[in-house]
Structures are given as C-alpha cells and as structure tokens.
C-alpha cells in the first residue's frame, strides 16, 4: 500500500485575463506542482463558466515533466471570450481538486454559433423565409451589444 497526499498540489497560470478585441494571443502556460509522490500522467481541463453551479468542460491539456524543477507544464488557449475555471487536475486516472481554483477571463464578445434552418417556404412573390439564431459568448452580459442587424445579401435565382 502505497500512501500519497495528493491534496497539497498546486496551480498556476501565467497569464490570467485576456482582452477577446485587443490581444492576437489567447495561450496561457499552466503549471502544476505536485509534492509528494510524482504521477507518471497529468492532465485537467478549464471549464468555461455558464452560472455559479455549472460549467462546460473544455479540451484536456496534457502536461509535460520538467525534470529541471519537478513541474508539470501545459498550455491552453482559449476558444472565445468568458470566465474559465481550472478546478481540478488528473493524477494518473485520478481527477483531484485543487486546493484553489485558478481563473482566466477572456473579455468581450464573439459570435459562438449561427444556425439556420433549411427549411425555404415560397411565397407569392417568390421570396422565403428561414430562421436564424446566433448565440454569442461572453465574459460578462453587458458585454454583449442590446442589438444587432443582421444582412443577408440576396442570391440571384437559378434559371
């Protein structure tokens, strides 16, 4: 039986806030000490924000072993503007909390996801209609503009 004590990791990021309209770079350096016994695989993942009780779990970063210093080193860029959360890493299969969750939060806002439905309903005069729905992302609500017009340019029919 081997006895580990897992519960004294710690973690670190070196950049901590991104602006989504002002930086060209969104890649944060993430740096795990683990004292005690050392696991032969480290990983976790950032969860992005959606209310104090949820959160979506983004990709897994793998980390390398520095032999020089005994840290584990991985990097994770960030996909779109929110709050991110690293509350956890994994420890050869085992996912530990850590004793403090690092943050990093991207500002702004970006259009996520556009989906239009397929569906064309002609009409008299030969126009059609299609819903539309856009979802932004976003570190904050007030982040996002009140409105937005949206122009779809017309396509010339087919003869």
Not at 38 to 47: I, L, M, T
Not at 96 to 113: K, Y
Not at 136 to 152: E, G, N, Q, W, Y
Request: aromatic share 6%.
């Amino acid at each position: 039986i081997v006895d580990c004590d897992w519960s004294s990791d710690v973690c670190s990021s070196d950049l901590t806030s991104f602006s989504w309209d002002t930086d060209t770079d969104f890649k944060t350096q993430v740096r795990v000490t683990v004292q005690g016994i050392q696991p032969k695989n480290v990983s976790a993942r950032f969860q992005r924000v959606i209310s104090a009780t949820q959160g979506t779990r983004m990709e897994e970063i793998a980390f390398t072993h520095n032999e020089s210093d005994g840290t584990w080193t991985g990097h994770y860029t960030f996909p779109a503007p929110g709050v991110y959360k690293l509350i956890s890493v994994t420890l050869d299969g085992v996912e530990m909390d850590l004793d403090e969750a690092q943050t990093v939060t991207v500002t702004g806002f970006t259009i996520s996801t556009v989906n239009m439905d397929t569906t064309a309903i002609l009409t008299a005069d030969r126009s059609a209609d299609r819903g539309v729905s856009v979802s932004l992302a976003t570190a904050t609500r007030t982040s996002c503009p009140r409105r937005s017009r949206v122009c779809l340019p017309r396509r010339a029919a087919a003869t």
